[in-house]
């Protein structure tokens, strides 16, 4: 079994800054692509940063320049480092990871492996 936990959520006031982690933990033979995404209530889940394993990242428009995602391939971790949080940034941000892991004496990939959540709220 594969679990990815994250930490670091929380409640902030807006301009403050909060920093995510993520850990994979688990049967697992490589990580391809990590990434952070959030939704909230009664919205599709967005992507907000991403990063593959060579180092290239991309992140959504709305958190360029304030948001900066990191990876510790030897801890298979991801960190998000928000800065600067604006009330619009609330919402449970999940971890991600396109990983592939043993099972059965085999591989397997699993392109959406999903962690269990943690909540970011940002008060105005």
């Known amino acids: 079994q594969v679990q990815l936990v994250e930490s670091g959520g929380g409640l902030v006031q807006a301009g403050g800054s909060l920093r995510l982690s993520c850990a994979a933990s688990g049967s697992i033979f490589s990580i391809n692509a990590m990434g952070w995404y959030r939704q909230v209530p009664g919205k599709q889940r967005e992507l907000v940063a991403h990063?593959?394993?060579?180092?290239?990242?991309n992140y959504a428009d709305s958190v360029k320049g304030r948001f900066t995602i990191a990876r510790d391939n030897a801890k298979n971790a991801v960190f998000l480092q928000m800065n600067s949080l604006k009330p619009e940034d609330t919402a449970v941000y999940y971890c991600?990871?396109?990983?592939?892991?043993?099972?059965?004496?085999?591989?397997?990939?699993?392109?959406?492996?999903w962690g269990q959540g943690t909540q970011v709220t940002v008060s105005s």
């Open positions: 990063i593959i394993s060579g180092g290239s990242t």
């Open positions: 991600n990871a396109d990983l592939t892991y043993y099972r059965g004496g085999s591989t397997h990939r699993e392109y959406d492996y």
